[in-house]
Protein backbone atom coordinates (compact mmCIF):
# COMPACT_ATOMS: atom_id res chain seq x y z
CA UNK A 1 0.00 0.00 0.00
CA UNK A 2 1.04 3.93 -0.77
CA UNK A 3 0.25 6.86 0.49
CA UNK A 4 -0.76 9.40 -1.97
CA UNK A 5 1.60 12.02 -1.17
CA UNK A 6 4.57 11.79 -3.30
CA UNK A 7 7.40 12.45 -1.23
CA UNK A 8 10.76 13.19 -3.82
CA UNK A 9 12.90 10.10 -2.41
CA UNK A 10 16.54 9.73 -3.79
CA UNK A 11 17.40 6.99 -1.98
CA UNK A 12 21.31 6.64 -1.80
CA UNK A 13 22.27 4.13 0.62
CA UNK A 14 19.57 1.65 -0.69
CA UNK A 15 21.03 2.52 -4.13
CA UNK A 16 24.72 2.04 -3.26
CA UNK A 17 24.98 -0.07 -0.63
CA UNK A 18 23.35 -3.22 -1.25
CA UNK A 19 24.47 -5.77 1.51
CA UNK A 20 24.79 -3.29 3.94
CA UNK A 21 21.34 -3.59 5.36
CA UNK A 22 18.27 -5.54 4.91
CA UNK A 23 15.26 -4.35 3.46
CA UNK A 24 12.34 -4.65 5.89
CA UNK A 25 8.98 -3.61 6.62
CA UNK A 26 7.65 -1.66 9.51
CA UNK A 27 5.08 -3.22 11.93
CA UNK A 28 1.42 -2.28 11.78
CA UNK A 29 0.33 -0.36 14.32
CA UNK A 30 -3.53 -1.00 15.70
CA UNK A 31 -3.96 2.50 15.76
CA UNK A 32 -1.39 5.22 14.81
CA UNK A 33 -2.08 8.69 15.92
CA UNK A 34 0.76 11.44 15.00
CA UNK A 35 0.75 12.84 18.43
CA UNK A 36 3.38 16.04 17.59
CA UNK A 37 4.43 16.61 13.90
CA UNK A 38 7.55 19.71 13.57
CA UNK A 39 6.09 21.78 11.33
CA UNK A 40 8.75 23.77 10.42
CA UNK A 41 11.13 20.98 9.80
CA UNK A 42 8.82 18.90 7.72
CA UNK A 43 8.53 22.41 5.37
CA UNK A 44 12.23 22.30 5.45
CA UNK A 45 12.45 18.79 4.31
CA UNK A 46 9.96 19.79 1.54
CA UNK A 47 6.73 17.34 3.22
CA UNK A 48 3.66 18.17 2.92
CA UNK A 49 2.44 18.67 6.54
CA UNK A 50 -0.96 18.14 5.93
CA UNK A 51 -0.62 14.87 4.39
CA UNK A 52 1.20 13.90 7.52
CA UNK A 53 -0.93 14.75 9.65
CA UNK A 54 -4.06 12.36 7.77
CA UNK A 55 -4.21 9.19 8.28
CA UNK A 56 -1.96 7.55 5.87
CA UNK A 57 0.51 10.26 7.33
CA UNK A 58 0.46 8.21 10.66
CA UNK A 59 0.83 4.63 8.73
CA UNK A 60 4.18 6.05 7.21
CA UNK A 61 5.50 7.66 10.35
CA UNK A 62 4.93 4.28 12.66
CA UNK A 63 6.61 2.14 9.72
CA UNK A 64 3.14 0.20 8.70
CA UNK A 65 3.18 1.05 5.51
CA UNK A 66 6.02 2.95 3.11
CA UNK A 67 5.10 6.04 1.19
CA UNK A 68 5.67 5.91 -2.78
CA UNK A 69 9.35 6.00 -3.46
CA UNK A 70 10.80 4.95 -0.11
CA UNK A 71 13.19 1.69 0.36
CA UNK A 72 12.39 0.92 4.26
CA UNK A 73 15.99 -0.99 5.43
CA UNK A 74 17.97 -2.30 8.67
CA UNK A 75 21.57 -0.70 8.86
CA UNK A 76 23.78 -3.44 9.60
CA UNK A 77 26.74 -2.17 12.50
CA UNK A 78 28.51 -3.17 14.91
CA UNK A 79 30.06 -0.99 18.18
CA UNK A 80 32.31 -1.08 21.46
CA UNK A 81 29.38 -0.59 24.23
CA UNK A 82 30.77 0.26 27.65
CA UNK A 83 34.10 -0.82 26.05
CA UNK A 84 33.34 -4.31 24.91
CA UNK A 85 32.89 -5.40 21.32
CA UNK A 86 29.18 -6.45 20.04
CA UNK A 87 30.47 -7.38 16.15
CA UNK A 88 26.83 -7.35 15.08
CA UNK A 89 24.16 -4.77 16.79
CA UNK A 90 22.22 -3.13 13.83
CA UNK A 91 19.15 -1.28 13.56
CA UNK A 92 17.22 -3.52 15.91
CA UNK A 93 14.28 -1.28 16.29
CA UNK A 94 14.41 1.39 13.76
CA UNK A 95 14.50 1.22 9.95
CA UNK A 96 15.60 3.83 7.74
CA UNK A 97 12.31 5.31 5.18
CA UNK A 98 14.64 6.92 2.75
CA UNK A 99 16.54 10.20 2.05
CA UNK A 100 15.15 13.60 0.94
CA UNK A 101 17.12 16.72 -0.63
CA UNK A 102 15.96 19.76 2.19
CA UNK A 103 15.12 22.91 0.79
CA UNK A 104 18.80 24.08 1.34
CA UNK A 105 20.29 21.16 -0.78
CA UNK A 106 21.64 19.22 2.36
CA UNK A 107 20.50 15.16 1.76
CA UNK A 108 18.70 14.02 5.16
CA UNK A 109 18.12 10.26 6.46
CA UNK A 110 14.54 9.63 7.78
CA UNK A 111 14.07 6.86 9.73
CA UNK A 112 11.29 5.47 12.38
CA UNK A 113 12.59 4.37 15.59
CA UNK A 114 10.24 1.70 17.68
CA UNK A 115 8.61 0.23 13.60
CA UNK A 116 8.99 -2.98 15.15
CA UNK A 117 11.58 -5.96 14.87
CA UNK A 118 14.00 -6.36 12.21
CA UNK A 119 16.45 -8.92 11.76
CA UNK A 120 19.00 -7.10 14.07
CA UNK A 121 16.56 -7.56 16.98
CA UNK A 122 18.53 -9.94 18.64
CA UNK A 123 15.82 -10.48 21.84
CA UNK A 124 14.50 -7.27 21.72
CA UNK A 125 10.88 -6.24 20.99
CA UNK A 126 11.67 -3.80 18.19
CA UNK A 127 9.62 -1.04 20.07
CA UNK A 128 9.89 2.15 21.03
CA UNK A 129 7.37 4.08 24.18
CA UNK A 130 6.42 7.42 24.33
CA UNK A 131 8.31 8.37 27.41
CA UNK A 132 11.86 7.87 25.60
CA UNK A 133 10.28 9.10 22.12
CA UNK A 134 9.03 11.89 23.80
CA UNK A 135 12.60 13.02 25.76
CA UNK A 136 14.12 12.29 22.35
CA UNK A 137 11.80 14.85 20.40
CA UNK A 138 12.79 17.34 23.35
CA UNK A 139 16.35 17.48 23.95
CA UNK A 140 17.09 16.96 19.83
CA UNK A 141 15.30 19.67 19.22
CA UNK A 142 16.57 21.30 22.22
CA UNK A 143 19.71 20.93 21.08
CA UNK A 144 19.45 22.25 17.70
CA UNK A 145 18.00 25.53 18.75
CA UNK A 146 21.27 25.38 21.17
CA UNK A 147 23.00 25.75 17.66
CA UNK A 148 24.76 21.70 18.86
CA UNK A 149 24.59 19.65 15.56
CA UNK A 150 21.88 16.92 16.39
CA UNK A 151 19.65 14.22 14.67
CA UNK A 152 16.01 16.17 14.78
CA UNK A 153 12.59 14.89 15.39
CA UNK A 154 10.13 15.21 12.78
CA UNK A 155 7.31 13.47 14.47
CA UNK A 156 5.93 11.41 18.01
CA UNK A 157 3.76 9.07 17.14
CA UNK A 158 1.61 6.45 19.39
CA UNK A 159 0.62 3.18 18.10
CA UNK A 160 -2.29 2.47 19.77
CA UNK A 161 -0.05 -0.68 21.28
CA UNK A 162 0.54 -1.45 24.91
CA UNK A 163 3.78 -2.23 25.49
CA UNK A 164 5.84 -4.00 28.41
CA UNK A 165 8.60 -1.81 29.60
CA UNK A 166 8.21 -0.34 33.42
CA UNK A 167 4.75 -1.83 33.28
CA UNK A 168 2.40 -1.23 29.85
CA UNK A 169 3.31 1.95 27.96
CA UNK A 170 2.14 3.51 25.42
CA UNK A 171 3.83 1.89 22.25
CA UNK A 172 5.33 4.60 20.01
CA UNK A 173 7.68 6.02 16.90
CA UNK A 174 10.05 8.44 16.52
CA UNK A 175 10.25 9.72 13.23
CA UNK A 176 14.53 11.24 13.25
CA UNK A 177 16.37 13.18 10.53
CA UNK A 178 20.09 12.98 10.45
CA UNK A 179 22.65 14.07 7.88
CA UNK A 180 22.86 10.31 7.78
CA UNK A 181 22.95 6.95 9.81
CA UNK A 182 27.17 6.35 9.34
CA UNK A 183 28.34 5.41 12.95
CA UNK A 184 31.61 3.95 13.74
CA UNK A 185 29.99 1.11 14.50
CA UNK A 186 29.00 1.18 11.15
CA UNK A 187 32.81 0.90 10.18
CA UNK A 188 33.35 -1.49 13.19
CA UNK A 189 30.81 -4.19 11.75
CA UNK A 190 32.79 -4.71 8.14
CA UNK A 191 36.31 -4.30 9.37
CA UNK A 192 35.40 -7.58 12.14
CA UNK A 193 34.51 -9.11 9.14
CA UNK A 194 37.33 -8.40 7.36
CA UNK A 195 35.47 -7.30 4.51
CA UNK A 196 38.03 -4.43 3.28
CA UNK A 197 36.57 -3.80 -0.18
CA UNK A 198 33.27 -3.25 1.19
CA UNK A 199 34.95 -0.82 4.19
CA UNK A 200 36.68 0.97 1.07
CA UNK A 201 33.29 1.07 -0.40
CA UNK A 202 32.02 2.55 3.09
CA UNK A 203 33.98 5.16 3.64
CA UNK A 204 34.18 6.39 -0.58
CA UNK A 205 30.18 6.69 0.12
CA UNK A 206 30.81 8.57 3.28
CA UNK A 207 33.36 11.04 2.27
CA UNK A 208 31.43 11.49 -1.18
CA UNK A 209 27.80 12.09 2.01
CA UNK A 210 29.87 14.00 4.72
CA UNK A 211 33.50 15.58 2.89
CA UNK A 212 32.73 15.48 -0.85
CA UNK A 213 35.61 17.73 -1.23
CA UNK A 214 37.99 14.75 -0.12
CA UNK A 215 36.49 12.52 -2.78
CA UNK A 216 39.20 11.23 -5.52
CA UNK A 217 42.14 12.40 -3.23
CA UNK A 218 45.24 9.92 -2.97
CA UNK A 219 45.13 10.68 0.90
CA UNK A 220 41.10 10.67 1.16
CA UNK A 221 41.22 8.34 3.96
CA UNK A 222 43.11 9.71 6.36
CA UNK A 223 42.13 13.51 5.84
CA UNK A 224 38.60 11.93 6.46
CA UNK A 225 39.34 9.70 9.27
CA UNK A 226 41.02 14.20 10.34
CA UNK A 227 37.02 15.47 9.34
CA UNK A 228 35.60 12.74 11.48
CA UNK A 229 37.79 13.47 14.57
CA UNK A 230 37.84 17.64 14.36
CA UNK A 231 33.93 17.17 14.16
CA UNK A 232 33.80 15.16 17.35
CA UNK A 233 36.71 17.47 19.13
CA UNK A 234 33.96 20.39 18.57
CA UNK A 235 30.53 18.76 19.42
CA UNK A 236 31.93 17.59 22.61
CA UNK A 237 33.26 21.02 22.99
CA UNK A 238 29.80 21.99 22.64
CA UNK A 239 27.72 19.45 24.94
CA UNK A 240 30.21 20.41 27.56
CA UNK A 241 29.55 24.15 26.96
CA UNK A 242 25.73 23.41 27.90
CA UNK A 243 26.05 20.70 30.50
CA UNK A 244 25.00 17.72 28.39
CA UNK A 245 26.04 14.24 29.49
CA UNK A 246 25.29 11.91 26.41
CA UNK A 247 25.44 8.76 29.09
CA UNK A 248 25.82 6.73 26.19
CA UNK A 249 28.78 7.37 23.77
CA UNK A 250 29.13 3.74 22.56
CA UNK A 251 30.81 3.70 19.11
CA UNK A 252 27.48 2.87 18.00
CA UNK A 253 26.15 5.76 18.86
CA UNK A 254 29.03 8.32 17.49
CA UNK A 255 27.63 9.18 13.95
CA UNK A 256 30.23 10.29 11.62
CA UNK A 257 28.57 13.96 10.71
CA UNK A 258 29.52 14.86 13.78
CA UNK A 259 26.07 14.75 14.86
CA UNK A 260 24.74 14.40 18.59
CA UNK A 261 22.51 10.56 17.92
CA UNK A 262 20.39 8.44 20.75
CA UNK A 263 19.31 10.37 23.06
CA UNK A 264 18.62 7.52 25.89
CA UNK A 265 20.34 8.04 28.94
CA UNK A 266 21.01 11.49 28.35
CA UNK A 267 21.18 14.39 31.53
CA UNK A 268 22.19 17.67 31.76
CA UNK A 269 23.59 18.84 34.70
CA UNK A 270 21.93 21.23 37.25
CA UNK A 271 25.08 21.90 39.76
CA UNK A 272 28.23 21.75 37.89
CA UNK A 273 30.20 18.28 38.89
CA UNK A 274 32.79 16.80 36.30
CA UNK A 275 31.99 13.62 37.82
CA UNK A 276 28.54 14.01 36.81
CA UNK A 277 26.81 10.71 35.68
CA UNK A 278 22.98 9.37 35.33
CA UNK A 279 22.95 6.56 33.66
CA UNK A 280 22.17 3.30 35.94
CA UNK A 281 24.17 1.16 34.36
CA UNK A 282 26.79 3.63 34.13
CA UNK A 283 28.67 2.22 37.37
CA UNK A 284 32.25 3.50 36.88
CA UNK A 285 31.68 6.65 34.98
CA UNK A 286 32.85 5.92 31.76
CA UNK A 287 30.70 8.36 30.34
CA UNK A 288 30.95 11.01 32.89
CA UNK A 289 31.07 14.65 31.80
CA UNK A 290 34.57 14.86 32.26
CA UNK A 291 35.09 12.11 30.28
CA UNK A 292 33.53 12.99 27.40
CA UNK A 293 36.55 14.19 25.40
CA UNK A 294 38.73 10.95 26.26
CA UNK A 295 35.62 8.81 25.61
CA UNK A 296 35.55 10.17 22.61
CA UNK A 297 38.95 10.13 21.58
CA UNK A 298 38.78 6.30 22.43
CA UNK A 299 35.79 5.79 19.98
CA UNK A 300 38.02 7.00 17.22
CA UNK A 301 40.54 5.11 18.04
CA UNK A 302 38.33 1.93 17.25
CA UNK A 303 37.31 4.41 14.00
CA UNK A 304 41.24 4.56 13.35
CA UNK A 305 41.49 0.40 13.76
CA UNK A 306 38.97 0.29 10.57
CA UNK A 307 40.87 2.57 8.59
CA UNK A 308 44.84 1.16 8.65
CA UNK A 309 44.41 -0.81 5.67
CA UNK A 310 42.54 1.88 3.46
CA UNK A 311 44.93 4.25 4.54
CA UNK A 312 48.21 2.12 2.83
CA UNK A 313 46.84 -0.93 1.86
CA UNK A 314 50.85 -1.80 1.09
CA UNK A 315 52.01 -1.16 4.91
CA UNK A 316 50.36 -1.47 7.93
CA UNK A 317 53.00 0.00 10.32
CA UNK A 318 53.29 2.96 8.15
CA UNK A 319 49.31 3.32 8.19
CA UNK A 320 48.99 2.94 11.91
CA UNK A 321 51.76 5.44 12.47
CA UNK A 322 49.88 7.89 10.01
CA UNK A 323 46.53 7.23 12.17
CA UNK A 324 48.00 7.66 15.22
CA UNK A 325 49.30 10.89 14.85
CA UNK A 326 46.40 12.26 13.70
CA UNK A 327 44.59 10.64 17.11
CA UNK A 328 46.98 11.95 18.89
CA UNK A 329 46.24 15.62 17.60
CA UNK A 330 42.48 14.98 19.46
CA UNK A 331 43.10 16.67 22.52
CA UNK A 332 44.82 19.58 21.79
CA UNK A 333 42.32 20.14 18.85
CA UNK A 334 38.85 19.50 21.45
CA UNK A 335 41.34 21.83 23.77
CA UNK A 336 40.97 24.84 21.48
CA UNK A 337 36.94 24.04 20.60
CA UNK A 338 36.50 24.09 24.31
CA UNK A 339 38.53 27.54 24.73
CA UNK A 340 36.30 28.72 21.86
CA UNK A 341 32.86 27.59 23.75
CA UNK A 342 34.38 28.88 27.29
CA UNK A 343 35.48 32.20 25.62
CA UNK A 344 32.05 33.17 24.17
CA UNK A 345 30.47 32.17 27.32
CA UNK A 346 32.83 34.40 28.90
CA UNK A 347 31.87 37.11 26.82
CA UNK A 348 35.70 37.31 25.27
CA UNK A 349 36.32 37.68 21.45
CA UNK A 350 39.95 38.42 21.71
CA UNK A 351 42.10 35.37 22.66
CA UNK A 352 44.76 35.34 24.99
CA UNK A 353 46.93 32.50 26.60
CA UNK A 354 45.38 32.45 30.30
CA UNK A 355 41.74 32.40 29.14
CA UNK A 356 41.35 28.34 29.30
CA UNK A 357 42.51 28.71 32.55
CA UNK A 358 40.18 31.82 33.75
CA UNK A 359 37.09 29.59 32.70
CA UNK A 360 38.51 26.40 34.40
CA UNK A 361 38.88 28.68 37.67
CA UNK A 362 35.41 29.90 37.31
CA UNK A 363 34.43 26.08 37.35
CA UNK A 364 36.18 24.94 40.18
CA UNK A 365 34.43 27.52 42.30
CA UNK A 366 30.96 26.42 41.04
CA UNK A 367 31.76 22.83 41.82
CA UNK A 368 33.11 23.13 45.09
CA UNK A 369 29.69 25.26 46.00
CA UNK A 370 27.86 23.09 44.07
CA UNK A 371 26.96 26.57 41.89
CA UNK A 372 24.17 25.83 39.36
CA UNK A 373 26.34 25.64 35.82
CA UNK A 374 23.28 27.44 33.16
CA UNK A 375 22.21 29.92 35.92
CA UNK A 376 25.93 30.79 36.77
CA UNK A 377 26.86 31.56 33.36
CA UNK A 378 23.60 33.56 32.40
CA UNK A 379 24.38 35.25 35.24
CA UNK A 380 27.78 36.34 33.85
CA UNK A 381 26.68 39.17 31.49
CA UNK A 382 24.79 40.83 35.07
CA UNK A 383 28.18 41.30 36.08
CA UNK A 384 29.56 42.70 32.93
CA UNK A 385 26.95 45.09 32.63
CA UNK A 386 27.89 46.02 36.15
CA UNK A 387 25.46 44.28 38.55
CA UNK A 388 26.27 40.74 39.77
CA UNK A 389 23.99 40.40 42.18
CA UNK A 390 22.30 37.48 40.54
CA UNK A 391 25.93 35.94 39.93
CA UNK A 392 26.54 36.72 43.87
CA UNK A 393 23.15 34.57 44.98
CA UNK A 394 23.89 31.56 43.22
CA UNK A 395 27.12 31.40 45.22
CA UNK A 396 27.25 30.11 49.26
CA UNK A 397 30.98 31.73 50.02
CA UNK A 398 31.41 34.82 47.57
CA UNK A 399 35.04 35.30 49.00
CA UNK A 400 36.64 32.93 45.93
CA UNK A 401 33.82 34.64 43.74
CA UNK A 402 35.10 37.86 44.07
CA UNK A 403 38.69 37.39 43.47
CA UNK A 404 37.51 35.86 40.57
CA UNK A 405 35.72 38.37 39.62
CA UNK A 406 38.68 40.78 39.41
CA UNK A 407 40.55 38.39 37.29
CA UNK A 408 37.88 38.44 35.12
CA UNK A 409 37.16 42.49 34.64
CA UNK A 410 40.77 42.99 34.25
CA UNK A 411 40.58 40.38 31.69
CA UNK A 412 37.44 42.24 30.51
CA UNK A 413 39.17 45.51 29.93
CA UNK A 414 41.52 44.20 27.23
CA UNK A 415 38.05 43.87 25.09
CA UNK A 416 37.16 46.39 22.20
CA UNK A 417 33.94 45.38 22.59
CA UNK A 418 31.63 47.81 25.07
CA UNK A 419 30.32 46.31 27.97
CA UNK A 420 26.86 46.06 26.87
CA UNK A 421 28.16 44.61 23.15
CA UNK A 422 29.52 41.85 25.05
CA UNK A 423 27.03 41.32 27.10
CA UNK A 424 24.27 41.03 24.79
CA UNK A 425 26.87 38.40 22.98
CA UNK A 426 26.95 36.29 25.92
CA UNK A 427 22.87 36.26 26.36
CA UNK A 428 23.32 34.39 22.92
CA UNK A 429 25.80 32.27 23.69
CA UNK A 430 24.54 30.68 27.87
CA UNK A 431 21.26 29.88 27.51
CA UNK A 432 18.44 31.15 29.77
CA UNK A 433 16.23 27.32 29.28
CA UNK A 434 17.56 24.04 28.91
CA UNK A 435 15.45 20.78 29.07
CA UNK A 436 16.03 20.10 32.83
CA UNK A 437 15.58 17.00 33.91
CA UNK A 438 12.96 17.21 36.20
CA UNK A 439 11.02 19.48 33.98
CA UNK A 440 11.43 16.89 31.16
CA UNK A 441 10.35 13.61 33.87
CA UNK A 442 7.20 16.18 34.36
CA UNK A 443 6.44 16.51 30.72
CA UNK A 444 7.13 12.62 29.84
CA UNK A 445 4.75 11.66 33.01
CA UNK A 446 2.30 14.28 32.11
CA UNK A 447 2.18 12.76 28.18
CA UNK A 448 2.32 9.05 29.47
CA UNK A 449 -1.06 9.81 31.36
CA UNK A 450 -2.63 11.70 28.35
CA UNK A 451 -1.72 15.10 28.95
CA UNK A 452 0.58 16.93 26.28
CA UNK A 453 0.42 20.62 27.54
CA UNK A 454 3.68 20.53 29.82
CA UNK A 455 5.41 18.50 27.09
CA UNK A 456 4.13 21.46 24.70
CA UNK A 457 5.64 24.01 27.71
CA UNK A 458 8.64 22.60 27.80
CA UNK A 459 9.45 22.19 24.30
CA UNK A 460 8.33 26.02 23.60
CA UNK A 461 10.56 27.17 26.58
CA UNK A 462 14.03 24.77 25.38
CA UNK A 463 13.27 25.56 21.48
CA UNK A 464 13.66 29.21 22.18
CA UNK A 465 16.62 29.07 24.81
CA UNK A 466 18.35 32.77 24.86
CA UNK A 467 16.08 34.87 25.24
CA UNK A 468 14.34 35.47 28.85
CA UNK A 469 10.83 35.67 28.72
CA UNK A 470 8.39 36.24 31.45
CA UNK A 471 6.13 33.01 33.06
CA UNK A 472 9.20 30.97 31.84
CA UNK A 473 10.79 30.94 35.33
CA UNK A 474 10.09 27.29 35.99
CA UNK A 475 12.05 26.06 33.09
CA UNK A 476 15.24 27.92 34.08
CA UNK A 477 15.54 26.88 37.62
CA UNK A 478 17.33 23.51 38.86
CA UNK A 479 15.33 20.79 40.11
CA UNK A 480 14.00 21.27 44.14
CA UNK A 481 15.52 19.21 46.47
CA UNK A 482 12.87 16.85 46.72
CA UNK A 483 13.42 15.96 43.33
CA UNK A 484 16.19 14.05 44.37
CA UNK A 485 19.25 12.48 42.40
CA UNK A 486 18.86 11.87 38.91
CA UNK A 487 19.16 8.39 37.43
CA UNK A 488 18.59 7.78 33.57
CA UNK A 489 18.18 4.40 32.14
CA UNK A 490 18.92 2.94 28.55
CA UNK A 491 17.31 0.65 25.97
CA UNK A 492 13.98 1.94 27.27
P1 LIG B 1 20.67 1.85 21.73
O1 LIG B 1 20.99 1.53 23.15
O2 LIG B 1 19.26 2.38 21.54
O3 LIG B 1 21.70 2.66 21.04
O4 LIG B 1 20.63 0.43 20.98
C1 LIG B 1 21.69 -0.48 20.97
C2 LIG B 1 21.30 -1.68 20.13
O5 LIG B 1 20.21 -2.38 20.71
C3 LIG B 1 20.86 -1.34 18.71
O6 LIG B 1 21.30 -2.38 17.87
C4 LIG B 1 19.37 -1.32 18.82
O7 LIG B 1 18.75 -1.56 17.58
C5 LIG B 1 19.12 -2.44 19.79
N1 LIG B 1 17.87 -2.29 20.53
C6 LIG B 1 17.58 -1.41 21.52
N2 LIG B 1 16.31 -1.56 21.95
C7 LIG B 1 15.76 -2.55 21.21
C8 LIG B 1 14.47 -3.18 21.17
N3 LIG B 1 13.48 -2.81 21.98
N4 LIG B 1 14.30 -4.16 20.26
C9 LIG B 1 15.28 -4.55 19.43
N5 LIG B 1 16.50 -4.00 19.42
C10 LIG B 1 16.76 -3.02 20.30
MG1 LIG C 1 22.05 3.47 19.38
Redesign the pocket.
Known sequence: MTVRTRIAFDNSYARDLAGFYVPVTGDTAPAPRVLRLNRRLAEDLGLDTEALEAPEGASWLTGGTAPEGAEPLAMA?A?H?FGGF?PQ??????LLLGEVIDRDGHRRDIHL??SG??P?????????VLGPVLREYIVGEAMHALGIPTTRALAASVTGEQVMRNGLEPGAVLARVASSHLRVGTFQFFAARGETDRLEQLADYAIARHDPDLSGRDDRYIAFFARVRDRQARLVAQWMGVGFVHG?M?T??MAISGETI?Y?PCAFIDAYDPKAVFSSIDQFGRYAYANQPAIAQWNLARLAECLIELVNPDDGDAAIATLTEALDAFPAIHRAEWTRVFRAKLGLSSERDGDEALAEALLEIMAAQEVDFTRAFRALSGAVRGDDGHLRALFRDAAPLDDWLARYAARGAEEAETPEVRAEAMDRANPVYIPRNHKVEEALAAANAGDMEPFDRLLAAVTAPFETRPGQDAYALPAPTDFGPYTTY???
Open positions: YGQSLGDGRAKGPTFSRRGDGKAVNDNDGCGT
